[in-house]
């Protein structure tokens, strides 16, 4: 007898492989590979478009040459070294958070963690600028891996160290200021040698920073039931979140000192930390105020029952409105 | 728990309240009195020469991106012949001509800033009209012209465009808030053409659009025109057109009823043109203190008061030649022979030469 | 505060007052759907700037209602090549300012269509030339096309009347529907029909001379805010759309699908229209802002009310009355704003009993 084996099949073709999965997610149906075909279209022509454009008609050359421009304006040359100790400094401050907070992950540096470095230190590499720069922004990102390592020895060790690093942050920014500005043994620098990303990125620091808590309380102005209060607070966010961004920056760069007595005339770093906090505290209020609104007045009316809220309207702060509402307002303020 | 917070809300409230509404009254009071006793501007009245002297150094609004005029290059540095009268008047002040802090502005932000006292003086291409000199309009005061200019059109060669009435329905590129956009609305007035005009708010800007291509011309200062067009790929691409549709006096500014201090920016100025006829310059001007010529000897501090008359240190005009030379030098330094520019010195000669630089007599 | 600008004013022999309106303008405004001549006063140079202001915003809503909510409903898309590009799309736009973005629309996308000077055709008789600007097929404007118009707005009123009174009947009635849905289909017929000839397309052609005749018009610097603006707004418009249908529970696809609706029949008629009422009050901020930010357009040379107000001040020096009345105007413009979205926000909330 004979018996013949059933020839072996192999399996379907749409459940494993690339075909498969290209089968599945980009030519599932017919509206759906016309789709695909069209945005590979319009994908493959700009790519095409943006790389003869970046081999003909762009000239790289002026990165290189304006590249301190960029970074750090008409910051004195002979003062970079102190640039680079602040780079190193939160690099190495970056590093021991991470590792400090992910202390008890199964792995600190997973696959994908290591190609972004890997891609992010082969561009510093290989970046159109001077040879020793190139290295040293290696180092930096090398640095941030190997304090990563530390952090997570040292976290393990004394876990009570995650305390200590908002601590350590607060420390960090009044050093950046100290090295930014000199003073104390340093030769000063004053605000008008500021520039480029440097001033770009201490601005928005600096302006965040302040911003939180003038924004909550503004929003919580806006809820009093005081009138005054509420009122000023009413028409100071609607009237700074109705004007364009570009009108309240040009009375900030240019007409301040008319508002002003005689000859007093603010520093123009410090005047831009202000309109950039007054912006951004009105923004931030509204966001705030949503939050607040969201908790249920239920909330509200089981806290005073409980006599922790006299007013049930006058939730400001200490209620347990509060931690919720910003538990709420948190997740918009990242937005 | 909660009442401390809403108590803390309120006195910073009121206290933000309180001060906005205690500084009117209290200016109020200090700044109706001398008004009232003196309306005009005299040499008692506090002047922002005093403001620069214990400031310790002079803001000077500069354009700074204008090759040869003000032009910040790659190392921070700025450079130019606006920049150099901005160093000549702190050389002037403080005997030091690094004492001067920049301000790059805009076409449309340097009035606003110059009246707000945000910067102390500009240096920065700006034309001297009545209306931008007059009380009833921008209120400035301007001193003598240290570039006489007149208002151009840039046209690419390809075009064939070689006359003003060829620019009929065209797009022209304009920079906003300057002497030209007015000028070239006139000119077309009365040529009755209609160009196109596309305005931007950054000269840059502007450049960068007429070489992609979106407007057939480009019209400002004839100066700024060449400058610019030294730092295009093909410079010779581009012609300017023979026609000049304005006067464009070109020249430091301050501001109004403070005449102590534009008085120094004027003889400031006019002494860099003096220096050059004295013959004066960057190399010899410390023998020159002991000229024979008592007209010398008083320019430069060494017998009268001239400098002290002013507010400022007698030999005013020696640290301020030290610093950047003589008008003559400091032009063809930036602009002329010696720059990339290469701009006929022609209306900008002195006087003697056939030119428009005259200095009245320092005595 | 204002003691201290009064006095700093009158010691520059200066007054406050806005006496300058009156006087003539003597500058040129490029692009102007109004009359406007080098002689006509300065009040009227702000009408023109904020005619053109409008211009951008009002079409500026639209194209980013629609960028952002294909955009969001994209995020949900089968199609992963759709969905990668749109997460990259929302968050580099979210993540880098718009005059960076309006300077890349302009100088290198718009630029760059129109390469060479020439004027390129782009499909569907769209035309780009640098000169010439974009030119779009546009009704021809005739008689017949504004009565096609105006029977078209009747259609749609008549039709969004019809659809309403068939959920109805079938909701309360569970009748078939099918009269209503015939009437339907044939108003949809017919107004394809209109929509295809009676408007009288006027589709733009390349002329002998070189230029584009024919079509609607309108020049570089538009095209690039508007792109600039709805595109920008639009990813932020998408991330609330997003949001908002995340935000219905998962309960409202699972129970639409166990009544048999198909996956887009339960988007369109039971997912979408809860989501609305979490992506309508969102909404009204991102309008907000698109109007603010529409003041960038002198950036790229286009003459709305900010450029109107920075050549005044330049000409008379009048920069804090120009300011005051610029702020008066965003803030009239944004409460106007507010006030229509809250009043479309309330027609779509529960009507809580």
Not at chain 1, 93 to 103: C, D, E, F, V
Not at chain 1, 178 to 185: D, H, M, N, R, S
Not at chain 2, 193 to 205: C, H, L, R
Not at chain 3, 108 to 119: K, P, R
Request: with cysteine; glycine share 10%; aromatic share 10%.
């Amino acid at each position: 007898m004979i018996t013949t084996h059933p020839p072996s099949s192999r399996p379907p073709l749409a459940q494993l492989g690339a075909v498969a999965w290209v089968r599945k997610n980009l030519f599932s149906n017919w509206f759906n590979t016309l789709l695909t075909l069209l945005l590979g279209l319009i994908l493959g022509r700009t790519l095409i478009g943006f790389l003869t454009w970046s081999t003909t008609t762009a000239k790289w050359q002026v990165i290189p040459a304006n590249l301190p421009l960029f970074f750090v304006g008409r910051y004195p040359a002979a003062e970079y070294w102190r640039m680079w100790i602040i780079v190193g400094l939160i690099a190495a401050l970056a590093g021991l958070t991470w590792g400090i907070l992910a202390r008890n992950a199964v792995q600190l540096f997973s696959q994908s963690i290591l190609i972004w470095f890997g891609v992010a230190a082969a561009i510093a590499f290989l970046s159109p600028t001077a040879i020793p720069l190139r290295i040293l922004m290696v180092c930096v990102l090398v640095g941030v891996l190997a304090s990563a390592w530390v952090g997570r020895m040292a976290g393990r060790r004394t876990p009570a160290l995650g305390q200590w690093l908002s601590f350590a942050w607060a420390l960090s920014f009044i050093v950046v200021w100290w090295l930014i500005v000199g003073g104390l043994g340093l030769p000063e620098v004053g605000t008008t040698n500021w520039g480029g990303l440097m001033l770009t990125l201490f601005l928005s620091v600096a302006s965040i920073l302040i911003c939180f808590p003038l924004g909550v309380l503004l929003a919580l102005g806006r809820q009093s039931n005081l009138p005054v209060v509420r009122w000023i607070s009413i028409a100071f966010i609607e009237v700074v979140r109705g004007v364009p961004l570009i009108v309240i920056l040009f009375i900030g760069a240019v007409m301040v000192p008319l508002f002003l007595p005689e000859g007093v005339r603010p520093n123009l770093v410090l005047r831009a930390i202000i309109g950039l906090t007054l912006f951004s505290a009105a923004y931030l209020a509204e966001n705030v105020r949503g939050g607040l609104q969201s908790v249920p007045r239920g909330q509200m009316e089981a806290s005073s029952a409980l006599g922790l809220n006299p007013a049930p309207h006058d939730n400001s702060g200490g209620s347990p409105s509060s931690p919720q509402g910003f538990y709420s307002s948190d997740r918009r303020a990242v937005y | 728990m909660l009442k401390w917070s809403s108590k803390l809300l309120a006195v910073s409230f009121s206290i933000a309240a309180l001060t906005a509404c205690a500084a009117p009254t209290t200016t109020n009071t200090a700044s109706t009195s001398p008004d009232a006793a003196s309306p005009g501007a005299t040499a008692s009245s506090p002047s922002r020469l005093d403001t620069i002297v214990s400031r310790g150094k002079l803001i000077c609004g500069v354009e700074g991106t204008i090759p040869g005029f003000s032009f910040v290059d790659s190392s921070g540095k700025y450079t130019g012949l606006d920049v150099d009268v901005c160093k000549a008047v702190a050389a002037a002040i403080f005997g030091d001509p690094e004492k001067v802090e920049y301000r790059n502005l805009d076409s449309t932000a340097r009035f606003p800033a110059l009246a707000s006292g945000e910067v102390d003086m500009l240096s920065r291409n700006t034309t001297w009209t009545l209306s931008r000199d007059s009380a009833g309009g921008n209120g400035l005061e301007f001193a003598p012209a240290t570039f006489y200019d007149g208002q151009g059109v840039m046209v690419t060669k390809a075009s064939g465009i070689t006359d003003l009435k060829q620019l009929d329905g065209k797009a022209i590129c304009v920079e906003t808030g300057t002497t030209t956009e007015l000028n070239l609305a006139t000119r077309s007035t009365e040529l009755g053409i209609k160009p196109n005009e596309v305005k931007f708010q950054d000269s840059n800007a502007g450049f960068a659009a007429y070489q992609e291509g979106r407007c057939q011309a480009m019209t400002s200062d004839r100066s700024q025109l060449a400058a610019k067009r030294t730092a295009f790929p093909n410079p010779d691409d581009h012609i300017l057109l023979d026609a000049v549709l304005s006067k464009e006096p070109l020249g430091p500014v301050t501001i109004n009823n403070d005449s102590r201090w534009f008085d120094v920016v004027k003889w400031v100025t006019y002494g860099l043109m003096q220096a050059e006829e004295f013959g004066i310059t960057q190399a010899n001007v410390e023998e020159k203190v002991n000229d024979r010529s008592p007209d010398v000897k008083r320019f430069l501090g060494g017998d009268g008061n001239l400098g002290k008359d002013l507010g400022l240190p007698n030999d005013f005009m020696v640290k301020a030649v030290k610093a950047v030379g003589n008008y003559g030098e400091i032009y063809e330094r930036n602009v002329g022979t010696g720059s990339p520019l290469k701009i006929d010195r022609g209306l900008n000669n002195l006087w003697s030469d056939g030119g428009l630089m005259y200095s009245p007599p320092f005595r | 505060m204002l003691g201290n600008l009064f006095r700093n004013l009158q010691q520059q022999g200066r007054q406050f007052n806005f006496s300058f309106l009156q006087s003539q303008a003597g500058f040129n405004i490029g692009e102007t759907i109004i009359p406007y001549e080098t002689n006509s006063p300065y009040y009227w140079a702000f009408v023109v700037g904020l005619v053109n202001t409008l211009r951008s915003i009002l079409v500026g809503f639209v194209l980013t209602t629609i960028v952002g909510v294909v955009a969001g409903i994209a995020s949900f898309s089968d199609n992963w090549l759709l969905r990668q590009l749109n997460r990259v799309y929302v968050e580099v736009v979210r993540n880098t300012p718009l005059l960076l973005q309006l300077f890349v629309w302009y100088f290198a996308v718009f630029f760059a269509l129109s390469q060479g000077g020439q004027i390129a055709q782009l499909p569907g008789s769209v035309f780009v030339g640098k000169e010439t600007g974009l030119v779009i097929p546009w009704s021809s404007g005739t008689s017949i096309a504004w009565i096609s118009f105006g029977a078209l707005l009747v259609g749609a009123i008549a039709a969004y009347l019809i659809w309403h009174r068939r959920i109805k009947l079938m909701e309360e009635q569970g009748a078939s529907g099918q009269r209503e849905f015939t009437a339907l289909v044939s108003l949809g017929i017919v107004g394809l029909l209109l929509f295809l000839f009676g408007l009288q397309w006027e589709f733009p052609r390349l002329n002998d001379t070189g230029g584009v005749d024919g079509g609607l018009r309108m020049s570089l610097e538009y095209g690039a805010l508007l792109a600039g603006l709805s595109f920008y707004t639009g990813a932020f418009i998408a991330e609330i759309v997003r949001a908002g249908i995340q935000s219905v529970s998962k309960g409202q696809w699972e129970a639409a699908k166990a009544l048999g609706l198909q996956t887009g029949s339960s988007m369109r008629l039971v997912v979408f229209p809860q989501a609305l009422r979490v992506i309508i009050p969102s909404l009204n901020s991102q309008y907000m802002n698109l109007a603010k930010n529409s003041s960038l357009a002198l950036a790229i040379g286009y003459p709305d009310i900010y450029a109107t107000f920075i050549t005044t001040q330049n000409q008379t020096g009048r920069a804090v009355e120009g300011i005051l009345l610029i702020a008066l105007i965003y803030l009239l413009l944004n409460l106007i704003i507010s006030v229509l979205m809250n009043i479309f926000n309330r027609s779509v909330q529960f009507a809580e009993r």
